[in-house]
């Protein structure tokens, strides 16, 4: 259980307690790569609104730094939690390095401070190898890429370090380095060491002993760094208050913290305590029947906004009950798409380093069908209750009934002819082998609950049927399965589509049968086509895979799907994932159902695609190049990426876009001279041009504006119309009609290319 304790979102059941030390040296053995975290008050306050930065934090090895982390973690793990400072932390990793002939990396930090560190470890370590790496500027784009030198990870990994420390400041750096970590391969344990570094530079000096063994280091840094004073004022004042109020207040208008507790139902013991009183838990239970849908991507979404916007725990729970409809390898296509898009999880089914099936998590089996036995027992605790009974009816009965009510134009359901056997007609049945369900006995009356978006939803039970809950062959029902689960799993908002709202009132009975607190219900409006059908693979594509087939980004995505049903200012249609986060309120969502508008994916697409690097763009359009079979020098492929950005709204768009510069079609002679001009004057204007270009130098090919303007410096020199040496020059270098700029082109192809080009020009008008 102690697996959601949490705090501002972070899991500090993951905090290292009794030999941080050990288990910081242990990460250096592991088989994958690690990152260490030293979480102190400040990194805990940030982590509060910053999603990127709690999912770093909570697939990390954690350890306390700062006597307030140190306490809010014992106060609520209710056992005592030793600190290991930044500085202690990389000492234990720099002693390690001595002792095994390591190499130690300390990237970023001010001016000078890498290298002064790297000076200073190596006079005190000197069987260890420290690089020093300034790395530029890093920083958070406003898209949630990074802005930072397009080389630096491979300057890094020419050196092979095997322990990295990075100082990008709090937050940022432990971003990084969870981003970026995978890229590296020769990196065992990578650290954010922040003002650390400072220390190990001697720019900043160390807190005498006795201060630190008494918590005073803010002082000590406060006297030698005024500047700090709103840093240190949140960790040694705000943190504390918050932190004492997110361990007591009680969460969303659930049962208050004195009336909960375990209690016994039946012979269950059903967990009614979260651990974290004020967690929020959410969950996306898709079925495994095939590819992750876009409507099923926006549910997924919206409750990882909720959770992560309040720190709360977003749980993956496969849904499997209907064993006709299961897809081999949909589980696993299921967590590969979440993957792909961003939207991490903190409990449910995960694929190991082999790609097998594995879980995280205290509250499994996230299999539904590994539940059955919970489930068959919560089934027993309703037919002792007499909430339930036992149905024998065969299907040709209940066809039969179906169609007298239908005929009498009367509300299908089913007319409990089952329900008044008494328990030795039961016997007797079961005991001859007659197949049964188990159904719900719906109690008389009205059933309300309260719609988080829709708001109050009242209905008279005479209009629901006996849901069945348990099938002939053992399995559950969704719904005794979906509410048997979400209470095991503590989920506090069920939050899905408006499709599942007539089966809202059968499981707000089922909660008050068990005697369970009811959860927050909020159902999504459906997502609609063009013509406002409900979506179809029967009108294009739904599946997420094959958007992201197509060249649309995840990133993208995620914004177009997220404003399907709300937009957090209404101001704005590009919203970084932080943004949508921090917007996102379930009254905010709309009611009426949203339309699939795929000119507006296209542009949104288009706006993200131009927002990356060059680089970025080159690296992402790579596997499209490589599946049509074309093979592109990295250099070219970014100058290509440069110019098209601008024009593309997918990434497969790359494909053809590169053929301009890598293929000269074919072409006639005519398509060369321009509008009124004739063959001659176009002829005499590529010879003209050509001398020019050959004379510039392989600098002038250095950008595209430096091109440019000595092609019409030159033009306007000699008088002439630009379209009648713009033109053949664009043709020449294309073979196109439609193409980049001749200046664009000419850049990429560079000098001699392009000087081959217009000879064959030249060639063609003079034959």
């Known amino acids: 259980?102690?697996?959601?304790?949490?705090?501002?979102?972070?899991?500090?059941?993951?905090?290292?307690?009794?030999?941080?030390?050990?288990?910081?040296?242990?990460?250096?053995?592991?088989?994958?790569?690690?990152?260490?975290?030293?979480?102190?008050?400040?990194?805990?306050?940030?982590?509060?609104?910053?999603?990127?930065?709690?999912?770093?934090?909570?697939?990390?090895?954690?350890?306390?730094?700062?006597?307030?982390?140190?306490?809010?973690?014992?106060?609520r793990l209710g056992r005592p939690v030793e600190r290991l400072t930044g500085v202690e932390t990389l000492d234990v990793l720099m002693r390690e390095a001595d002792a095994r002939g390591l190499s130690v990396m300390f990237l970023g930090g001010r001016e000078g401070e890498a290298r002064n560190a790297a000076r200073e470890a190596a006079a005190r370590f000197p069987h260890a190898r420290f690089i020093a790496e300034g790395g530029g500027r890093v920083a958070l784009r406003p898209d949630g890429s990074w802005d930072m030198p397009v080389d630096l990870i491979e300057r890094m990994n020419a050196e092979k370090p095997e322990i990295l420390a990075v100082a990008f400041g709090h937050g940022k750096q432990e971003t990084w380095i969870a981003d970026h970590l995978p890229q590296m391969p020769s990196v065992r344990v990578a650290l954010g060491v922040g003002g650390t570094l400072a220390f190990l530079s001697g720019r900043v000096r160390r807190a005498p002993q006795r201060m630190r063994k008494m918590g005073l280091e803010w002082l000590w840094r406060l006297i030698q760094e005024p500047h700090r004073l709103g840093r240190i004022f949140n960790a040694t004042i705000v943190f504390p208050i918050l932190a004492t109020w997110d361990s007591i207040r009680p969460s969303d208008g659930h049962s208050s913290v004195a009336?909960?507790?375990?209690?016994?139902?039946?012979?269950?013991?059903?967990?009614?305590?979260?651990?974290?009183?004020?967690?929020?838990?959410?969950?996306?239970?898709?079925?495994?029947?095939?590819?992750?849908?876009?409507?099923?991507?926006?549910?997924?979404?919206?409750?990882?906004?909720?959770a992560r916007k309040h720190g709360g725990t977003f749980v993956l729970r496969?849904?499997?009950?209907?064993?006709?409809?299961?897809?081999?390898?949909?589980?696993?296509?299921?967590?590969?798409?979440?993957?792909?898009?961003?939207?991490?999880?903190?409990?449910?089914?995960?694929?190991?380093?082999?790609?097998?099936?594995?879980?995280?998590?205290?509250?499994?089996?996230?299999?539904?069908?590994?539940?059955?036995?919970?489930?068959?027992?919560?089934?027993?605790?309703?037919?002792?209750?007499g909430m339930a009974y036992r149905c024998f009816c065969s299907k040709e009965r209940l066809d039969a009934l179906r169609k007298q009510q239908e005929l009498a134009k009367r509300n299908t359901k089913y007319d409990r002819h089952c329900a008044s056997l008494s328990p030795q007609e039961i016997e007797q049945k079961m005991s001859a082998g007659e197949p049964s369900v188990i159904r719900l006995k719906i109690p008389a009356g009205k059933t309300a609950f309260d719609d988080a978006i829709r708001g109050r939803i009242e209905i008279d039970t005479q209009e629901l049927d006996d849901q069945v809950l348990v099938k002939s062959d053992g399995f559950p029902t969704y719904h005794l399965a979906n509410v048997v689960d979400d209470h095991l799993m503590e989920v506090t908002h069920v939050i899905r589509g408006e499709e599942w709202i007539s089966s809202a009132p059968k499981h707000v009975i089922l909660y008050q049968a068990f005697g369970w607190d009811v959860p927050v219900f909020a159902h999504l409006p459906l997502i609609l086509n063009a013509d406002r059908s409900k979506l179809s693979k029967r009108?294009?594509?739904?599946?997420?895979?094959?958007?992201?087939?197509?060249?649309?980004?995840?990133?993208?995505?995620v914004n177009f799907v997220a404003l399907m049903g709300f937009n957090p200012s209404g101001d704005k249609e590009i919203y970084t994932r932080e943004e949508l986060m921090n917007g996102f309120d379930l009254p905010k969502v709309n009611k009426s159902g949203a339309v699939f508008n795929l000119e507006k994916l296209d542009w949104m697409n288009g706006q993200y695609i131009r927002a990356k690097s060059p680089a970025e763009l080159a690296a992402l359009c790579v596997p499209f190049l490589e599946r049509a079979g074309k093979r592109v020098d990295p250099d070219l492929l970014q100058k290509m990426c440069s110019i098209e950005?601008?024009?593309?709204?997918?990434?497969?768009?790359?494909?053809?876009?590169?053929?301009?510069?890598?293929?000269?079609?074919?072409?006639?002679?005519?398509?060369?001279?321009?509008?009124?001009?004739?063959?001659?004057?176009?002829?005499?204007?590529?010879?003209?041009?050509?001398?020019?270009?050959?004379?510039?130098?392989?600098?002038?090919?250095?950008?595209?504006?430096?091109?440019?303007?000595?092609?019409?410096?030159?033009?306007?020199?000699?008088?002439?119309?630009?379209?009648?040496?713009?033109?053949?020059?664009?043709?020449?270098?294309?073979?196109?009609?439609?193409?980049?700029?001749?200046f664009e082109l000419a850049w990429v192809l560079g000098k001699q290319e392009t000087v081959d080009r217009l000879s064959r020009a030249i060639a063609l008008l003079s034959a």
């Open 1 to 75: 259980m102690m697996g959601r304790m949490k705090l501002f979102g972070i899991e500090i059941s993951r905090i290292s307690a009794n030999d941080p030390s050990g288990d910081v040296l242990r990460s250096l053995d592991g088989d994958r790569p690690s990152q260490v975290v030293t979480l102190n008050p400040e990194m805990a306050l940030e982590a509060r609104h910053d999603a990127r930065l709690r999912a770093a934090i909570n697939k990390a090895v954690v350890v306390a730094d700062g006597i307030g982390v140190r306490w809010a973690t014992t106060l």
């Open 645 to 742: 950005r601008e024009r593309m709204t997918k990434l497969s768009d790359i494909v053809e876009a590169v053929d301009s510069f890598l293929v000269l079609s074919g072409y006639e002679a005519s398509l060369l001279v321009w509008k009124k001009s004739d063959q001659a004057d176009a002829l005499k204007n590529l010879q003209a041009i050509r001398t020019r270009i050959g004379s510039l130098s392989e600098n002038d090919f250095a950008a595209s504006a430096m091109v440019e303007g000595a092609i019409l410096k030159y033009i306007e020199e000699n008088g002439l119309q630009k379209g009648n040496v713009l033109w053949p020059l664009r043709v020449a270098l294309s073979g196109r009609s439609a193409s980049p700029s001749p």
């Open 539 to 557: 009108q294009g594509d739904v599946a997420v895979e094959d958007y992201l087939e197509k060249g649309y980004l995840p990133e993208a995505l």
């Open 318 to 385: 496969i849904e499997d009950t209907d064993r006709e409809r299961l897809v081999p390898g949909a589980v696993e296509s299921l967590i590969r798409a979440l993957d792909a898009v961003g939207l991490d999880y903190d409990e449910g089914p995960v694929l190991d380093s082999g790609g097998k099936l594995a879980e995280k998590g205290t509250h499994g089996p996230y299999i539904q069908s590994q539940r059955k036995a919970l489930h068959e027992e919560h089934a027993r605790v309703l037919l002792e209750k």
């Open 259 to 306: 009336s909960r507790g375990l209690r016994p139902l039946g012979s269950i013991r059903i967990p009614i305590l979260r651990p974290s009183m004020n967690t929020i838990v959410t969950r996306f239970p898709p079925s495994p029947t095939g590819y992750l849908h876009i409507g099923g991507l926006r549910t997924a979404l919206y409750n990882w906004l909720y």
